[in-house]
């Protein structure tokens, strides 16, 4: 219930539109009081102590990367940075977000409660949603976007991806979680139609659908390059799939609410299947069953794709994206502790010399604004908007917890782009180009590949055969040749520190594939939930013809909307693995592109929404505002010279109408005739959607700087958040409860004990 009174105060001041949430007085504190928070604020002399020291440790490690540096730099230094800025950005740039822009409020609650239907809306734990929501997000693109943009040097790429989630990526994904929580759960694209009107709304449901077709395209090419003829790798990732569906059920109907229980069986098992991979693939029988071709691979992933996309959350996205995290955040952490312990020296120059000429081997263009467009998920992700507003805000329990899944879930992507920079930049330069080349420069042969890697002319890189046919003996695979798509770089730059750390040169094929599954485990999980989130955007737009497919219960509906957009972005994906110029190499900037271009998207809704929210909201616009300026001209420019650059490397129509002029005039110098077919269909496919994409977007923030500018010139605008509603639970903020919200919960467990129960049945 809500007091007559729409407006309230709060430590941040006036809240414009603000009502008051009166719970009910005979249920135990559903939220801690607004003197608990100032209090905990407050700071005391351990705490300016403690913050001096991380700043210090913070301003050094960026000395030593940006302007102390010799021939080589230690890897060391890129952990440190890295930590101490975010560590900083979370403590004070965030709570400045929540404080001035978001301003939760935990005696409302959250659409999970008031709309619990056991599928799609349900109260999930904190720590299992914050591995969920950070599985959801951190796909290709934190590991594929710094592997690829290593060849430009490694100070570009660091500053980006640091700096960038702490005022761009983190605030987007913050923001947007939030706003679609207070609206029921609503999509970016349905947000965008309630508040920039109908025609900025449909450019930007047009172009949310269409970019995602893409996005989860690229996702899924790159688990098919990882696990290409790699029946260790096959294996191992298939069989998380049913340790998934047992710890749903687990959960769910076996030990409720038991899940640190679920959690150590779940890891268990997951170790299990990985060293199990490598028995497997030693046998005949593996062999005949695991090791498949791309194609193949890539046809199993779309079948998946649908299956996932329709079951419940609760019986495979949710348990199966909690498994992964455990692998993911304990990869990450294990390679940035044996970094800390190996201290490898990276000998790649702060800007090589395709940073400054825009004419790398693995992608052509510009330094700005490739780099920004090609390191994607790490500093800024358009994805993450159509996650932090398509599945996760329908499983929040508390407002509050926004914060912590929001703005750290992405902190947490940002160190996986890291320490992916680190591993692609700790292996030798030559091995690195000779991976990432694209088949058509190398033939794929360890000939081809040295041949062209020489050719280069780069300082210090003399690559001979024995190199690679060594490095694949040494991680048990048949070649490391043209193994595009950054997730086989990642392995081997990973497996090259681990082996130094734990287990010598003997494990360096366990730990090649431990991180293959670790990569297309975080990749599959972006494609499971990318497709659901597709299909409630689908499903609502239809809904605006046929009501009846706004019911995400009605079973048709979810099978109809999940088969066409798992049928879009299959039809890219095998564009993709058949592409003779390399899917990843040719489609990866458009995926950047695109992905930035929503991100955009996706800030200049959050920008007209706090507009609207009244004047006291107006003077830290510029928190929007920031990231949205840089974004939309980064976007742009790329996308310019995709469409207009006459240098084939770079524009998609360039490439387009030379293949076409040899294809007509009968030349093969190129390749064969069916390879000229396949390169003047892709590329005319990659032109045509950048013209369609960038000209969605700036209809959209066209429309969002106009709905901005008439909000703020009104003092407010129209609030289209649904109406509150008094919560009837309790859960702490963050990962760790303090003591106050320990002694709550010990108040609300038997009430919660008695709401699992129920739900069994």
């Not at 431990?514 to 990318?530: K, R, S, Y």
């Amino acid at each position: 219930m809500t007091a007559p009174s729409s407006r309230r105060r709060d430590g941040a001041g006036l809240v414009d539109d603000e009502p008051v949430i009166v719970t009910d007085p005979k249920l135990p504190s559903v939220a801690l009081s607004e003197e608990h928070h100032e209090k905990a604020n407050r700071w005391t002399l351990p705490k300016i102590i403690l913050w001096a020291a991380i700043a210090l440790l913070g301003a050094v490690a960026w000395t030593m990367l940006a302007i102390v540096r010799g021939e080589t730099v230690n890897a060391i230094w890129f952990v440190f940075a890295a930590v101490c800025t975010y560590l900083i950005g979370y403590r004070f740039y965030s709570k400045v977000i929540e404080k001035y822009i978001t301003r939760p409020d935990d005696r409302r609650a959250t659409p999970a409660e008031v709309k619990q239907d056991g599928k799609d809306y349900v109260p999930t734990d904190r720590r299992v949603l914050y591995g969920h929501h950070f599985a959801a997000i951190a796909g290709a693109g934190p590991l594929v976007g710094p592997v690829l943009a290593a060849q430009m040097g490694y100070l570009p790429g660091t500053i980006w991806i640091i700096v960038g989630v702490v005022l761009a990526g983190a605030v987007q994904d913050y923001t947007v979680l939030f706003f679609s929580m207070r609206r029921g759960g609503r999509t970016i694209g349905q947000m965008a139609r309630q508040e920039l009107g109908r025609i900025g709304g449909t450019a930007a449901i047009i172009a949310s659908l269409l970019i995602m077709l893409i996005i989860v395209a690229i996702l899924a090419l790159v688990v098919v390059n990882a696990l290409g003829e790699s029946p260790w790798g096959v294996f191992s990732v298939a069989m998380t799939i049913p340790i998934a569906l047992f710890m749903g059920v687990y959960l769910r109907y076996l030990r409720p609410g038991k899940v640190t229980e679920v959690s150590i069986i779940g890891f268990v098992l997951l170790m299990a299947a990985i060293i199990g991979g490598g028995w497997v693939a030693g046998t005949e029988w593996g062999q005949a069953i695991f090791h498949l071709d791309r194609t193949t691979i890539a046809w199993g992933i779309i079948v998946y794709g649908f299956i996932a996309a329709v079951l419940p959350v609760w019986l495979l996205l949710a348990p199966r994206d909690y498994l992964s995290t455990f692998m993911k955040i304990g990869v990450i952490v294990m390679l940035a502790g044996a970094i800390v312990l190996v201290r490898p020296e990276i000998s790649v120059p702060a800007v090589s010399v395709f940073g400054e000429n825009g004419m790398g081997p693995v992608f052509a263009g510009p330094l700005f604004p490739f780099l920004f467009v090609t390191i994607a998920c790490g500093a800024l992700s358009g994805f993450h908007a159509l996650i932090a507003s398509g599945t996760t805000p329908k499983l929040i329990e508390k407002e509050r917890q926004t914060r912590f899944i929001g703005y750290g879930g992405m902190l947490m992507e940002s160190f996986v782009a890291i320490m992916a920079l680190v591993a692609a930049i700790s292996i030798d330069q030559g091995i690195y180009f000779a991976m990432n080349a694209p088949t058509a420069a190398t033939g794929s042969t360890v000939e081809g590949a040295v041949a062209f890697v020489n050719s280069l002319g780069l300082t210090g890189v003399n690559l001979t055969p024995e190199m690679l046919t060594g490095t694949a003996a040494a991680v048990g695979e048949e070649s490391i040749v043209s193994r595009t798509g950054g997730a086989p770089t990642l392995a081997l730059g990973l497996a090259h520190i681990m082996q130094q750390a734990l287990g010598g040169q003997a494990m360096m094929a366990f730990w090649y594939h431990f991180a293959i599954m670790f990569e297309a485990l975080f990749i599959l999980t972006a494609v499971d939930a990318g497709t659901r989130v597709a299909r409630f955007m689908l499903q609502d737009s239809i809904g605006a013809w046929f009501p009846k497919f706004r019911d995400v219960s009605w079973r048709p509906g979810v099978w109809i909307c999940t088969a066409i957009m798992v049928a879009g972005w299959g039809a890219i994906l095998i564009l993709g693995v058949t592409d003779p110029l390399g899917g990843i190499n040719t489609f990866f900037p458009l995926f950047g592109i695109a992905n930035q271009l929503l991100a955009a998207i996706a800030l200049a809704v959050v920008m007209a929404i706090v507009a609207k929210r009244g004047r006291s909201y107006v003077k830290w616009l510029w928190i929007i505002g920031l990231p949205l300026a840089f974004t939309a001209v980064v976007t742009i420019t790329a996308s310019l010279y995709k469409i207009a650059s006459p240098v084939p490397a770079i524009g998609y129509w360039a490439n387009h109408f030379r293949y076409v002029a040899a294809r007509d005039s009968g030349d093969t110098s190129l390749g064969e005739p069916q390879v000229l077919d396949a390169v003047i269909r892709n590329t005319a496919v990659q032109g045509t959607l950048s013209i369609i994409f960038v000209t969605l977007a700036i209809v959209v923030m066209v429309a969002a700087v106009i709905v901005t500018i008439k909000a703020i010139r009104n003092g407010g605008g129209e609030n289209t958040e649904e109406a509150p509603v008094a919560s009837r639970r309790f859960a702490p903020a963050g990962f760790l409860p303090s003591a106050e919200e320990r002694e709550l919960e010990k108040q609300w467990e038997p009430l919660l004990a008695d709401e699992r129960k129920a739900s069994t049945h």
